[in-house]
């Protein structure tokens, strides 16, 4: 609830400060809240009524009692799901290195150009190609055309694909408000030019290189419908998910519960990064 | 109190080597050359400055002020250049990161995510000096500006004439052997600019830094600068010391741009010594010529008078040296400490400054003005 009031009450600093036509008319702001309520039930119900069910002895019949640990006790004997959890998380780090790196070194050139619209539009677009069909795509080029054996490097590569044009944006748009003249200013007092970009241009552009980071993290650490294409042999955790939840019933618990450790781990470490990245190193 | 940087004991590797002989200048910009994307910004442009000088770079916007001072610093390459010497050493190859000058941008370009003496430091920190030190000087740099208390200020809590001053002190913290001034006082309100020229001039005497000060404002060049060059469209139109410019201008264009009010076209008629004889419709005046190149009788010329050098009255005045023209009154403008007043002759409309606004009363029937405060020069 307190971050009922929060809003509440931030709206109604916004409205006072800036006497907005739609601010006067309280219906509008009904309306808003009404939504955003509505919004943030559908995201965080099913979350928590999972994280119920993962402590229910028959998660799949809608009732959570009795309660267990029956599932998290099988989970913990059964090691089959660990290959898989590694694998990704291995794997999707080094995806979010990648992706920092390509998306920094070719954002900040892109802001560079004389006229970058194009290349921009080039770079985004496959934001909007279907993920089944990069999949299909990268898999017969890849397979049929350059008769390559598919493994973890082709699961990489799908996902790099998939999660580059994120982070690109996500620098894009702290890149495109960075004042290049800084850099001239650092030019002129003497600074060399890894030293500019070093002392200069990286820490202004932090915010969006994390940022580039955890998307492109968490981008591929939930990808499945490239990986099932380009796999090979090999499995992540969402392929193992899948690949559970879609062919034995007996495993549906497990998954419940997998997912519910996955959250209870992921959430609490990237609010920590942002809260970081945006309100300590902010302040400092 | 206030301890110059140049003073503090230091081993600072970038310490300017002891200052080059008088004669030789600090700084020689042989015809340069510059075009932006086929636009000349500049051409053949040979500027110098000696070690100390407070040199002004005048013009309006556009004509180049900002190009030149980029090529000093090295942002900007030129196009072609006849030769680049910082206290005599070729720098055309020399990056601008390697060479001893700094700049006061137009926006300050003060580094947005650290603190003031962080940015003061900046300079220091690149060339590999201890923190202990580069603070001490920071703090002196800063109490220079009279910023002592804003060490640990971030750069959106200043006003425009702090960050000003924080732009000044980081340019200064390296002593660079020349400080490059790019409209400094430009975006700072008429009280603070007057106070800050002032504050300028001191620091540069004390200093006896090189300053290269580029501005739009012909009373901010006139009141600062040992030299003034005086730029139109690229090129250099002249330079000379402020009074020279002032009481000399070259041609119409450098007599509008130093605020002669009274400038019209005439044909020269005949030249006796640094006499000017000359003739607009049936009137023959007499001036001084103070173009470039020495005049020819029948050429076309062009004639200023400075305001308060004209003299209104009833009756004409008789002598050798006047010119005089018979005027009909027109309207006056208050100005609070003196009074302009209109006045049509044959010759053109003309503006004369009366400082004792009770003298102002009648209607005039002439104006008259010296041979020497008539101004014969290029159109
Ligand atoms: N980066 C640039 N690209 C293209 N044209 C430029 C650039 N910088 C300056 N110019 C042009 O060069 C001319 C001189 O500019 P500048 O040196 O900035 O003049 P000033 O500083 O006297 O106002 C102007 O016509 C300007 O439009
Ligand atoms: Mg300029």
Redesign the pocket.
């Known amino acids: 609830m307190s971050t009922m009031t929060l809003t509440q009450d931030r709206a109604e600093r916004a409205q006072t400060k800036r006497h907005s036509r739609l601010g006067q008319s309280t219906g509008w702001i009904t309306l808003a809240k009404v939504f955003g309520v509505v919004a943030l039930a559908m995201i965080y119900i099913p979350l928590l009524w999972l994280a119920v069910m993962s402590f229910a002895a028959s998660p799949l019949s809608g009732v959570p009692f009795p309660l267990t640990l029956d599932n998290y006790r099988q989970l913990g004997g059964d090691g089959r799901w660990l290959p898989p959890l590694w694998t990704s998380v291995w794997l999707s780090g080094l995806v979010a290195l990648v992706c920092m790196l390509i998306a920094t070194v070719v954002g900040r050139s892109i802001t560079r150009m004389r006229r970058p619209g194009g290349v921009i539009l080039l770079t985004l677009l496959p934001l909007f190609v279907p993920g089944l069909t990069t999949g299909a795509a990268l898999f017969i080029f890849l397979r049929t055309i350059l008769e390559l054996k598919l493994g973890i490097w082709s699961i990489f590569l799908g996902q790099l694909v998939w999660a580059l044009p994120f982070c690109m944006l996500l620098i894009l748009v702290i890149a495109s408000r960075f004042d290049l003249r800084l850099l001239e200013a650092a030019e002129d007092l003497g600074a060399s030019p890894w030293r500019r970009f070093w002392d200069i241009e990286m820490p202004i552009l932090r915010p969006g290189i994390f940022g580039a980071g955890i998307f492109g993290f968490l981008l591929s650490f939930n990808e499945l419908p490239r990986s099932l294409f380009l796999r090979g042999l090999e499995t992540t955790l969402p392929i193992y998910n899948w690949a559970m939840a879609a062919s034995q019933q007996s495993q549906v618990p497990i998954i419940f519960s997998l997912t519910t450790i996955i959250l209870a781990v992921t959430l609490p470490v990237m609010g920590a990064f942002f809260w970081v990245l945006f309100v300590k190193l902010d302040k400092s | 109190m206030l301890s110059d940087p140049i003073d503090s004991p230091t081993s600072a590797p970038t310490r300017r080597p002891s200052s080059p002989a008088p004669t030789q200048p600090i700084l020689e910009v042989i015809d340069a050359t510059h075009a932006?994307?086929g636009?000349v910004?500049?051409e053949n442009v040979t500027v110098t400055a000696a070690p100390g000088e407070f040199l002004t770079i005048l013009?309006?916007?556009?004509?180049?002020?900002?190009?030149?001072?980029?090529l000093i610093s090295g942002l900007e390459k030129p196009y072609r250049i006849g030769a680049l010497r910082l206290g005599g050493v070729d720098v055309r190859e020399v990056p601008a990161f390697l060479r001893d000058c700094t700049t006061v941008f137009q926006n300050y370009a003060l580094f947005p995510h650290l603190t003031v003496g962080a940015n003061v430091e900046y300079g220091l920190k690149v060339r590999g000096i201890a923190a202990a030190e580069r603070r001490t000087r920071a703090r002196q740099a800063l109490e220079l500006v009279q910023l002592a208390d804003m060490y640990d200020r971030k750069i959106h809590q200043l006003s425009g004439g702090q960050r000003q001053r924080v732009a000044l002190a980081r340019a200064l913290v390296p002593q660079p052997a020349i400080l490059l001034l790019?409209?400094p006082l430009g975006a700072l309100d008429e009280k603070l600019r007057v106070d800050m020229q002032v504050e300028l001039l001191e620091l540069q005497k004390r200093l006896g830094m090189t300053f290269i000060y580029?501005t739009?404002s012909q009373e901010e060049a006139l009141t600062m600068s040992d030299r003034i060059i005086l730029?139109r469209k690229?090129k250099i139109e002249q330079e000379g010391p402020p009074t020279t410019i002032f009481d000399r201008p070259v041609s119409s264009f450098a007599a509008r741009f130093m605020g002669v009010e009274n400038c019209f076209d005439a044909e020269l008629t005949g030249v006796s010594g640094s006499d000017a004889l000359i003739r607009v419709g049936d009137h023959h005046l007499i001036g001084r010529w103070s173009g470039r190149k020495p005049p020819k009788a029948g050429a076309k010329v062009a004639v200023g008078i400075r305001a308060e050098r004209l003299r209104l009255a009833r009756a004409a005045p008789t002598g050798p040296d006047l010119n005089v023209l018979p005027c009909r009154g027109g309207g006056a403008i208050y100005k609070g400490k003196y009074l302009d007043r209109a006045v049509e002759t044959d010759v053109a409309p003309m503006k004369a400054r009366i400082w004792d606004a009770s003298a102002a009363d009648g209607e005039p029937s002439c104006v008259w003005w010296r041979k020497d405060d008539c101004i014969v020069m290029e159109p």
């Not at chain 2, 013009?59 to 980029?70: A, I, N, P, V």
């Open positions: 932006y994307d636009v910004a500049l013009g309006e916007s556009g004509s180049g002020k900002t190009t030149l001072l980029r790019d409209e580029i739009h730029m690229g």
